[in-house]
């Protein structure tokens, strides 16, 4: 079956639309990259996301308007990648993340604080909650392609996080007989899948999942305060290459709560976004820090979260690193994270035969495929769901 993946990711670069060709099931799926595009948002559109991430109020007519473009940019993104292949079948479309909340516990003595609405018996005192726009029903019907969209809410309904979502894909795709693995992410937002060894008992039980923390978003917006907008990130990471991390300052970052919390968990700009960068900001300008050395200092968080995270909560050492997303195309940062974790081997997934800069659309391509043959799509154990569910709604055009 032909099926076309999208995804735009906290980064907001544009849309990565994938063309496969998908086979089998689960454990016995076959996965063919045929084709992949990168479309640009308009600049417009990009501004208004960008705001509404960093908290921009909007009015519903607003809110309708935003959903309305981003599903029909979206829906151009697949109409131009198949025009080469008319039998395209199903669509899966993440959208467009504006707002991430995971699942919370209030402090003791806190309670009823902070919410107008009484707890529920057994779901968390703060429940989670994520929003994606871009309307599967309006790309199904552009597209007269039917389309898989909203693929978090089902696990958030069950108690999770609705985040990461990849790390059952990661496993059947990239898992391997005898050698652990750890794939990397680095988008906006970094998150890891930790895969066993196939050849393990029980190996999918033991996979695990979270997001690490930030990937390019600091990076990004460190760029775009530095260039008042010229810019909007850093090719190769070669302005931050030219630089010298701060290590005291990263130790101080790595302080922050999220690092410190056990998996499952998730994050997004709400945390490591714009204020975040303020902070980090006036640490650098309090010691004097050139633009270049602050970019070295944020690109050294990031490596330092991901090396921390693996020390702190894998259950082993992995043999091999695979990076993907457009962090694994910042030279620097790889470098850094080849240094940082020696002597164990850091590649690409493209090394291994699975394009890194569309693994996450690949992945959404596979997670829709899975919600027609009504298979979960979820890892409880990465997303802190009480149970696999099935992924995604459908839209069929009409």
Not at 316 to 337: A, E, H, I, M, P
Request: with cysteine.
């Amino acid at each position: 079956m032909l099926v076309i993946g999208l995804i735009s990711g906290t980064s907001v670069d544009g849309i990565d639309a994938a063309l496969v060709d998908i086979s089998g099931t689960d454990s016995d799926i076959k996965v063919e990259f045929l084709a992949g595009e990168t479309y640009p948002y308009p600049t417009k559109l990009r501004q208004q996301i960008l705001a509404v991430c960093a908290g921009e109020a909007l009015s519903m007519a607003q809110l309708a308007e935003l959903d309305d473009a981003i599903a029909q940019t979206f829906a151009q993104a697949a109409q131009h990648l198949q025009i080469n292949h008319s039998s395209v079948e199903l669509i899966g479309s993440h959208g467009q993340t504006v707002y991430h909340r995971p699942p919370q516990r209030r402090s003791e003595g806190h309670e009823g604080q902070g919410s107008a609405l009484p707890a529920l018996k057994g779901f968390p005192d703060i429940l989670g909650y994520s929003l994606q726009l871009g309307r599967g029903a309006v790309i199904a019907e552009l597209t007269q392609i039917p389309t898989v969209s909203n693929f978090r809410t089902g696990d958030i309904a069950a108690k999770g996080h609705g985040a990461p979502l990849v790390p059952r894909v990661d496993a059947y795709l990239l898992s391997h007989p005898h050698e652990s693995r750890c794939v990397q992410n680095i988008g906006g937002i970094a998150n890891v899948a930790y895969l066993p060894p196939r050849s393990h008992p029980d190996w999918l039980e033991k996979v695990r999942g979270w997001d690490t923390g930030p990937g390019n978003s600091l990076l990004d917006l460190a760029v775009q305060h530095f260039t008042n907008g010229s810019r909007t990130y850093d090719a190769n990471g070669e302005w931050a290459s030219s630089g010298s991390p701060c290590h005291t300052l990263v130790e101080k970052w790595l302080s922050q709560d999220y690092f410190q919390l056990p998996p499952p968990k998730s994050t997004g700009r709400e945390l490591f976004g714009w204020d975040y960068l303020q902070a980090c900001l006036a640490d650098t300008t309090a010691l004097n820090l050139s633009a270049a050395d602050t970019l070295a200092t944020l690109t050294e968080l990031t490596a330092a979260s991901i090396v921390h995270s693996y020390q702190t909560f894998l259950p082993q050492q992995s043999d091999r690193v695979l990076l993907c997303g457009g962090g694994s195309r910042n030279f620097y940062l790889k470098r850094r994270l080849q240094e940082l974790l020696a002597p164990l081997p850091v590649q690409t997934t493209d090394e291994i035969g699975l394009s890194a800069n569309f693994k996450e659309a690949i992945a959404f391509a596979v997670l829709a495929y899975w919600r027609m043959l009504n298979l979960p799509g979820n890892l409880p154990q990465a997303t802190g769901a009480t149970q696999p569910v099935l992924l995604g709604e459908m839209h069929l055009p009409i």
